[in-house]
């Protein structure tokens, strides 16, 4: 499963949702969505009812570790702890088909983060500013935060600049999202990353410019953090910064309750101090192999310039006779007679001599060449054959409708038949419902093409408001979806 296969069921979530059914995700400027990884999920950034939640699925759990996690939510629930986002837990909420087309069930963890920053862009947006507040309200939050898990005895267990979030007008408040998870049964490693965190704050109040040198470096790591303390330690002995230097001692020795207090302190010690001495040590000591890159982009196109690196076989836009809108960001065109696919910088699909195209929906769009019309996934690549005479691809219900010989299947989006008979003709999906004929009598068959109404009528219509008009023996009247007459 790669996260390309993720990234098709966030962005086409009809169908793919058990019951977050209007749920789609937050775009960057290139219309790609916005998520990251981590060794055991990948956590989006979607909306929902005109609010913001983070969408973490659970990639890399056992089963005994995602029922530790469901109990976690359901006591964070009960609980309502200010410190941590208000979380629900969804099993088996997500369908995504994997590089085989095999459809496979993951666990989400649903999460409100309306009104709040990552802490990490909250510091971007603020660290320049003359205005000191908003850097010096986030490490009070922070300090808060630590001595709300220490107090009550959380554990997070996967505590980094990414699941801190700040209120994003002010940073007064602060609180933990993404997976709460018991493993080493120990929250004193949680309150130990917490105050690493709050001496970065600290260091970037004093000098922004640290900051940037460290940018990437995620300081709540112990193995992180220990590279850079003796730097750290040097300079704050030598600017006499005393809260600091106690921080560094009691966190040295695991004094956490000690280091929360002169955290308090530190809140209130002014940034005026501008430690060239650590600028220096650290323009020395930094170097890429203790930098760490956050995992963040877009699949598809990174893929698509992997397999054109020649400019010569870009698109030239404006020799394009129809330029579609973005879709799994691919964009239909045509160019002279043919029609074809490429990325917003114009680098193809590899695919020739097509005649016709739908636009891409669900991961799927139906093609034609001149040997017949086919169905193919966003790298270009055939999952059906192009040897049918038509075909319609049905993104919602997962399946297609295709012709051969002027026999009428249903195929699922891997190409299988499912139909059990072929129909003479199939029609659309209406409520669920497909009216389909055979013998020239009409009835209605489901997504997995089983019969649900008996193809037995003279005529039907499609279902609008649960009820279809059919014909039957010479007398005309209403359906509805379980095929009893309505009088």
């Given at each position: 499963?790669?996260?390309?296969?993720?990234?098709e069921?966030?962005?086409?979530?009809?169908?793919?949702f058990?019951t977050?059914?209007?749920?789609?995700?937050?775009l960057?400027?290139?219309?790609?969505?916005?998520?990251?990884?981590?060794?055991?999920?990948i956590?989006?950034?979607?909306?929902?009812?005109?609010?913001?939640?983070?969408?973490?699925?659970?990639?890399?759990?056992?089963?005994?570790?995602?029922?530790?996690?469901r109990k976690?939510?359901?006591?964070?629930?009960?609980?309502?702890i200010?410190?941590?986002?208000k979380?629900?837990?969804?099993?088996?909420?997500?369908?995504?088909?994997?590089?085989?087309?095999?459809?496979?069930?993951?666990?989400?963890?649903?999460?409100?983060?309306?009104?709040?920053?990552?802490?990490h862009?909250?510091?971007?947006?603020?660290?320049?500013?003359?205005?000191?507040?908003?850097?010096?309200?986030?490490?009070?939050?922070?300090?808060?935060?630590?001595?709300?898990?220490?107090?009550?005895?959380?554990i997070?267990?996967?505590?980094?600049?990414?699941?801190?979030?700040l209120?994003?007008?002010?940073?007064?408040?602060?609180?933990?999202?993404?997976?709460?998870?018991?493993?080493?049964?120990?929250?004193?490693k949680?309150?130990?990353?917490?105050?690493r965190?709050?001496?970065?704050?600290?260091?970037?109040?004093?000098?922004?410019?640290?900051?940037?040198?460290?940018?990437?470096?995620?300081?709540?790591k112990?193995?992180?953090f220990?590279?850079?303390?003796?730097y750290?330690?040097?300079a704050?002995?030598?600017?006499?910064?005393?809260?600091l230097?106690?921080?560094l001692?009691?966190?040295?020795e695991?004094?956490?309750?000690?280091?929360?207090?002169?955290?308090?302190?530190?809140?209130?010690?002014?940034?005026?101090?501008?430690?060239p001495?650590?600028?220096?040590?650290?323009?020395?000591?930094?170097?890429?192999?203790?930098?760490?890159?956050?995992p963040?982009?877009?699949?598809?196109?990174?893929?698509?310039?992997?397999?054109?690196?020649?400019?010569?076989?870009?698109?030239?836009?404006?020799?394009?006779?129809?330029?579609g809108?973005?879709?799994?960001?691919?964009?239909?065109?045509?160019?002279?007679?043919?029609?074809g696919?490429?990325?917003?910088?114009?680098?193809?699909?590899?695919?020739?001599n097509?005649?016709?195209?739908?636009?891409?929906?669900?991961?799927?769009?139906?093609?034609?060449?001149?040997?017949?019309?086919?169905?193919?996934?966003?790298?270009?690549?055939?999952?059906?054959?192009?040897?049918?005479?038509?075909?319609?691809?049905?993104?919602?219900?997962?399946?297609?409708?295709a012709?051969?010989?002027?026999?009428?299947?249903?195929?699922?989006?891997?190409?299988?038949?499912?139909?059990?008979?072929?129909?003479?003709?199939?029609?659309?999906?209406?409520?669920g419902?497909?009216?389909?004929?055979?013998?020239?009598?009409?009835?209605?068959i489901?997504?997995?093409?089983?019969?649900?109404?008996?193809?037995i009528?003279?005529?039907?219509?499609?279902?609008?408001?649960?009820?279809?008009?059919?014909?039957?023996?010479?007398?005309?009247?209403?359906?509805?979806?379980?095929?009893?007459?309505?009088?």
């Amino acid at each position: 499963m790669t996260t390309a296969n993720f990234i098709e069921s966030i962005i086409n979530p009809v169908g793919r949702f058990k019951t977050l059914d209007t749920i789609y995700p937050t775009l960057d400027a290139g219309g790609s969505p916005l998520f990251y990884t981590t060794s055991k999920t990948i956590v989006f950034e979607t909306r929902l009812n005109e609010r913001r939640y983070s969408l973490s699925i659970l990639t890399g759990y056992s089963d005994s570790e995602q029922e530790l996690i469901r109990k976690n939510c359901l006591a964070q629930q009960i609980r309502n702890i200010p410190s941590l986002a208000k979380v629900r837990y969804l099993p088996k909420e997500l369908l995504v088909f994997d590089s085989d087309n095999k459809p496979c069930y993951f666990d989400v963890i649903l999460q409100d983060i309306t009104d709040t920053s990552e802490l990490h862009v909250y510091m971007r947006k603020n660290l320049f500013l003359t205005d000191r507040r908003p850097i010096r309200n986030a490490l009070t939050a922070i300090t808060r935060l630590a001595s709300s898990l220490h107090d009550n005895g959380i554990i997070h267990g996967a505590i980094s600049s990414r699941t801190i979030r700040l209120s994003e007008t002010d940073g007064s408040s602060a609180f933990l999202y993404d997976t709460p998870l018991i493993l080493n049964k120990n929250h004193e490693k949680d309150t130990a990353s917490l105050i690493r965190m709050a001496v970065m704050l600290y260091l970037a109040g004093c000098q922004p410019k640290l900051s940037i040198m460290m940018q990437g470096i995620d300081l709540c790591k112990p193995e992180t953090f220990s590279f850079y303390e003796k730097y750290i330690l040097a300079a704050a002995e030598f600017h006499g910064v005393r809260p600091l230097e106690n921080i560094l001692h009691a966190l040295h020795e695991n004094c956490h309750a000690n280091a929360l207090t002169e955290i308090e302190i530190l809140s209130n010690t002014p940034f005026e101090s501008t430690f060239p001495l650590l600028e220096k040590l650290l323009v020395e000591c930094c170097d890429a192999e203790h930098m760490e890159i956050e995992p963040c982009g877009t699949y598809y196109e990174s893929n698509l310039k992997d397999i054109n690196t020649d400019n010569s076989i870009r698109v030239d836009w404006d020799k394009c006779s129809f330029v579609g809108k973005t879709s799994h960001n691919l964009i239909r065109f045509k160019q002279g007679e043919l029609w074809g696919f490429a990325d917003k910088h114009g680098n193809k699909l590899p695919l020739n001599n097509l005649i016709d195209a739908d636009d891409f929906y669900e991961g799927r769009a139906v093609v034609a060449t001149t040997e017949g019309y086919g169905l193919i996934d966003s790298q270009g690549k055939y999952i059906i054959k192009p040897s049918f005479e038509d075909m319609t691809w049905w993104g919602k219900e997962n399946v297609v409708t295709a012709q051969v010989y002027g026999s009428w299947n249903m195929l699922d989006r891997c190409g299988n038949v499912i139909s059990k008979s072929s129909f003479d003709w199939m029609g659309c999906f209406s409520e669920g419902l497909m009216l389909v004929r055979r013998h020239n009598k009409y009835g209605f068959i489901d997504k997995n093409a089983n019969t649900i109404i008996p193809i037995i009528y003279d005529y039907a219509s499609d279902f609008d408001g649960g009820k279809s008009s059919v014909i039957y023996k010479g007398s005309e009247y209403l359906i509805d979806k379980n095929g009893t007459r309505l009088d």
